[in-house]
């Protein structure tokens, strides 16, 4: 599997790969800085994640096709 052929909503998912560095640093440091930073890895890759997914187009009004909306 090339990297072409990946979605980018599965390269956004392999970010959470980051989370394994913030468990050493919270088991080795501070455990209370190491719970904030997994906080903000999951926002993060959460975010990119929800960025990057399929946008379903909607239409919120009618149009009958004379140039008015309503």
Request: charged share 10%; hydrophobic share 55%.
């Amino acid at each position: 599997m090339t990297l072409e052929m990946l979605s980018p909503r599965y390269a956004a998912a392999v970010g959470l790969l980051a989370i394994v560095p913030v468990v050493v640093y919270g088991v080795t440091n501070s455990g209370l800085a190491g719970v904030v930073s997994a906080i903000n890895v999951a926002v993060i890759v959460g975010s990119l994640y929800l960025a990057m997914s399929p946008v379903v187009a909607r239409r919120a009004h009618r149009d009958d096709g004379n140039g008015t909306v309503g």
